[in-house]
């Protein structure tokens, strides 16, 4: 054991030199985080042999905590390193997307919450934040129906996104992670830690409507490739901002058919003004929008 120690102890601390160079955030300190990780993976066997295998994949990963700019400290409960597939990986939290998306200046803030059968959940519209009300006391608040994250832009907007749960175990069974769990009986964060995982799914789908950071990209494009979280969570209907058009758009607006089409025209109009810095344009957008909704709530009262 104190030779893996002394093994790991070394792979870490030969990460220095890439971990400055690729570092994105330079308030992380190396030797901070070299001891976070000693600890992380010196306090579980099973890691402890997996990094005495795969020395690459320790380096990897440490040098991975740089280039996201995302702490290794337990206690901020930001990312983690965890072994999985043969190998030590790093591993981000919906807690350590949302730090990422507040930090590298994408949003305001943003919060994530399951909603349970016993809870009452409403929107309220699209420059408004979701009414969610229950009791935290509450032993027995129901099965988990579904998630939602509410984000505050810097225009003062909020852009609100849900899943019910049947979307978000659709999205799980297409998951490497949750296969190897169904054949192999492999444990995995939506075995351990299916909140969490319920939460993180959402924010990669709703990310792609706030503005846009090369920090939260990053992330993002990491879990989907190395750490083997990848899913397809493309914007229904997306228009590519460059070929955004203001007039077009408000036909958009006046052709919608319901409150879901009218959504997905809020989400990317937002992001696309925002890109022009047209304000005129979003405040247009914005009142069409909720003038076109107020008609297919008529209509759909009426039939």
């Keep these: 054991m104190s030779n893996q120690i002394a093994v790991l102890e070394e792979n870490i601390y030969s990460c220095e030199i890439a971990f400055q160079q690729v570092s994105s955030d330079r308030s992380l300190v190396f030797k901070r985080e070299a001891e976070f990780a000693m600890q992380i993976i010196g306090n579980n066997s099973y890691s402890l042999g997996l990094a005495t295998q795969n020395p690459q994949s320790v380096r990897d990963a440490v040098t991975n905590v740089a280039a996201i700019g995302l702490s290794l400290n337990p206690a901020r409960k930001l990312a983690y390193l965890v072994p999985r597939d043969k190998k030590i990986c790093l591993d981000i939290s919906y807690m350590g997307l949302l730090e990422l998306a507040v930090a590298s200046g994408s949003i305001h803030w943003a919060k994530a919450e399951l909603v349970h059968q016993k809870d009452t959940f409403s929107l309220n519209g699209y420059d408004k934040p ?83 950071t090369e920090r939260l990209d990053q992330a993002v494009h990491y879990l989907n490739t190395d750490g ?44 696309a003004c925002r890109k022009a810095s047209d304000q005129v344009g979003h405040a247009r957008i914005k009142a069409a929008i909720l003038a076109r909704d107020a008609v297919v709530n008529t209509i759909k009262e009426a039939a």
């Design 130 to 212: 979701p009414t969610h009300t229950y009791s935290p006391f509450d032993k027995d608040r129901g099965d988990v129906i579904g998630v939602y994250v509410v984000a505050k832009l810097a225009t003062g907007d909020y852009l609100t996104d849900t899943m019910t749960i049947d979307e978000v175990h659709e999205i799980r069974a297409r998951s490497s992670a949750w296969k190897a769990w169904l054949e192999k009986k492999k444990s995995n964060p939506w075995v351990t830690d299916p909140g969490e995982m319920t939460k993180k799914t959402l924010i990669k789908r709703a990310q792609k409507t706030w503005p846009k």
């Design 228 to 271: 083997e979280q990848g899913i397809d969570l493309n914007v229904i209907d997306a228009v590519p901002v460059e070929r955004f058009d203001v007039e077009a758009e408000l036909s958009r607006v006046a052709a919608a058919p319901d409150h879901a089409a009218l959504q997905v025209i809020w989400k990317r109009s937002s992001e």
